[in-house]
DNA sequence: ATACTGACTGTTATCATATAACAATTCTGC
DNA sequence: GCAGAATTGTTATATGATAACAGTCAGTAT
């Protein structure tokens, strides 16, 4: 797995072909041990989420698919087509941008923490252990049972700060 | 100010007309502060928006408002009042249902953390304290500049966790 | 092979959330 | 009172998401 380690200043560095091809095959993995089908439909769907590190709306995402085809699908073939990936785990939703994006470690299941540029609108999923405790921490002192986590900071990055 | 402490167990317990003027009274003096004005309409949408604490939607407001009064304002009137109270950081945003919610200490500017009952939509507001520094240290570390936090976490609260 | 079944996709219509653009009104300082 | 700025009203439309039902396809049992 080509993996962005220093996530704020990749997205001009790295082979993102990598990415893609990587994210594919860990998606077939993901499917083949949970008994679901990725169609081709899905296939493709997730291939354009992860055309970029950049959040991308359902309506994006249609547009692609209208200019690759020549018939333009209905919303719902995509919006299905990302439910059914989210619930795989393989792309996770961005609530603040109403916006999709491919997840960076669909092994094993969990919440997505992003930092979100706001310049370059490139996300970056954090790893887990650096937000969590505080949240498990909370949520155990007030006794709530945490269910999902929407943690989204936008910001700059560090390219886009120096380059401003 | 009627300060809900243990939040969880809160909302069936205290005296809610106490919050809503406290949290009017507070907006007074937030406005004068920054001397900008709160009209009847923007403090009418205050108002409503801390009938509860749960996050209320726009076409919500506007259901109140159209149902108080005879003629139904249209979506940008109260779009406008709720920007302005953002801007005021009298009421927070809740991305993850598209909600607006009162915010519990407007005196100093800040972001919203929640924890919100998938139950009893119940939004608590969380003290900067608890996930903040989490959030600052992982920035910097990554040379990232926050502007802006959305951080919701959903699941149950005590209450409906022994409820159910 | 054939028919059955459930999963998947297509299609139409509609709902829900939010904003652009411009007109009318109201407030404030002079 | 008057001019300019801020606020609100109004119309139209953009944007994001889903309901409901019809058609198609893949895998299975016969």
Redesign the pocket.
């Known amino acids: 797995m080509n993996k962005i380690t220093s996530l704020v200043a990749a997205p001009c560095q790295h082979d993102h072909a990598q990415c893609v091809s990587d994210a594919l095959a860990a998606a077939e993995q993901v499917c083949e041990r949970a008994g ?2 990725l ?4 296939r493709r769907v997730l291939e354009l989420v992860w055309q970029s590190h950049r959040p991308m ?4 995402l249609l547009d692609i698919l209208a200019r690759e085809d020549d ?1 333009r ?12 990936l989210q619930e795989q785990g393989l792309v996770h ?1 961005i ?1 603040s ?4 994006i491919g997840c960076a470690s669909p092994e094993h299941v969990h919440q997505g923490h992003f930092l979100i540029c706001r310049n370059c609108r490139v996300a970056f999923e954090l790893d887990q252990s650096l937000i969590q405790p505080a949240i498990s921490k909370v949520a155990e002192q007030l006794g709530f049972t945490v269910e999902s986590e929407t943690v989204e900071i936008a910001g700059l990055c560090t390219r886009c700060r120096e380059a401003a």
Chains 1, 2 share one sequence.
């Not at 709306?57 to 994006?60: L, R, V």
């Not at 699908?73 to 059914?84: E, K, M, Q, W």
């Open positions: 679901v089908r169609t081709t439909l899905r709306g359902a309506y994006d018939r699908p209905a919303p719902p073939t995509v919006y299905r087509a990302l439910d059914f939703r609530a941008l109403n916006a999709f």
